[in-house]
T-cell receptor
Framework: GESVGLHLPTLSVQEGDNSIINCAYS??????FIWYKQESGKGPQFIID?????DKRQGQRVTVLLNKTVKHLSLQIAATQPGDSAVYFC???????FGQGTELSVKP | DGGITQSPKYLFRKEGQNVTLSCEQN?????MYWYRQDPGQGLRLIYY???????QKGDIAEGYSVSREKKESFPLTVTSAQKNPTAFYLC?????????????FGSGTRLTVV
């Protein structure tokens, strides 16, 4: 069946390093993807999105890359800060399911 | 400001009791959702509603009930039939179900059975 999933459940990085969080999807017809950030005890919040006609989209310190050939997207966080510690989810437009998420821990 | 509000933030329930979690949105969204999140787990869909007076079961609807009498409100009742209700509950809304460009989430309700 169709699914959206993340590769690794946890990621630990040093403060100031770059972080890369990966996500795979199975529906080649998916046309829009979203990344959410969920801090402890809070609801997920929108970070950045990307349409399938784009390969890359940049925000403030975040970049999302989309590789439609291998059905993979990644979220890159530059100069990771302690405030980036959270669980990150990817999602597809119109899909009601979310993957497990990747928990990012930032070491000072 | 437009948004989605869940209440209460923390809720304690005795065994055998029903409890109702509130979710209200003023975003004029047609679709609303309830998700359950357990520690270290992703979001699991309980129920969703596309329009007023209509709702569908998600993956884990057993032991839960919902109503959608108003566009703005989508309360979730956790019944005594739900054997393991302790969890973090998230409500969300979107413009539509299948063609939406993302969800707006509430801040969650943490339910604990005592």
């Amino acid at each position: 069946g169709e699914s959206v999933g993340l590769h690794l459940p946890t990621l630990s990085v040093q403060e100031g390093d770059n972080s890369i969080i990966n996500c795979a999807y199975s529906n080649s017809a998916s046309d829009y993807f979203i990344w959410y950030k969920q801090e402890s005890g809070k609801g997920p919040q929108f970070i950045i999105d990307i349409r399938s006609n784009m390969d890359k989209r940049q925000g403030q310190r975040v970049t999302v890359l989309l590789n439609k050939t291998v059905k993979h997207l990644s979220l890159q966080i530059a100069a990771t800060q302690p405030g980036d510690s959270a669980v990150y989810f990817c999602a597809e437009r119109g899909k009601l399911i979310f993957g497990q998420g990747t928990e990012l821990s930032v070491k000072p | 400001d437009g948004g989605i509000t869940q209440s209460p933030k923390y809720l304690f329930r005795k065994e055998g009791q029903n409890v109702t979690l509130s979710c209200e949105q003023n975003l004029n969204h047609d679709a609303m959702y309830w998700y359950r999140q357990d520690p270290g787990q992703g979001l699991r869909l309980i129920y969703y509603s596309q329009i007023v007076n209509d709702f569908q079961k998600g993956d884990i609807a057993e032991g839960y009930s919902v109503s959608r009498e108003k566009k703005e409100s989508f309360p979730l009742t956790v019944t005594s039939a739900q054997k393991n209700p302790t969890a973090f509950y998230l409500c969300a809304s979107s413009t539509y179900v299948r063609t939406n460009y993302g969800y707006t989430f509430g801040s969650g309700t943490r339910l604990t059975v005592v």
